[in-house]
Nanobody, 123 residues
């Protein structure tokens, strides 16, 4: 079975940094695209950052542009999210997701596999 395991969440003061890690396993073939989403209580799940396989094309949510960086290590089946200058509005559960089908945009519906999530709290 495909598994995505996130780590690196926690509590941090405003202005601080965290790095989230997502390790993928169980694939018969590598995912075509991966992303980080987040969901705060009472809000919709939103794209934080996404990357096409091989680390070429990247996409960022408007609210994190310039502060967050997504990177991919194909050899280790790992996707990282470096988060700098964290603000209280970044508080949410962060989910790693992977897509195996043809790329049709960054909507959560396009992703086949999800991790359990890791909480980020900024105070």
């Amino acid at each position: 079975d495909v598994q995505l395991v996130e780590s690196g969440g926690g509590s941090v003061a405003a202005g601080g940094s965290l790095t989230l890690s997502c390790v993928a396993s169980g694939y018969t073939s590598s995912p075509k695209y991966m992303a980080w989403f987040r969901q705060a209580p009472g809000k919709k799940r939103e794209l934080v950052a996404g990357v096409m396989s091989g680390g070429g094309r990247k996409e960022y949510g408007d609210s994190v542009q310039g502060r967050f960086t997504i990177s991919q290590d194909n050899a280790k089946n790992t996707v990282l999210l470096q988060m700098n200058n964290l603000q209280s509005e970044d508080t949410a559960m962060y989910y790693c997701a992977a897509g195996a089908g043809p790329f049709c945009g960054w909507s959560p519906r396009r992703f086949n596999f999800w991790g359990q999530g890791t909480q980020v709290t900024v105070s």
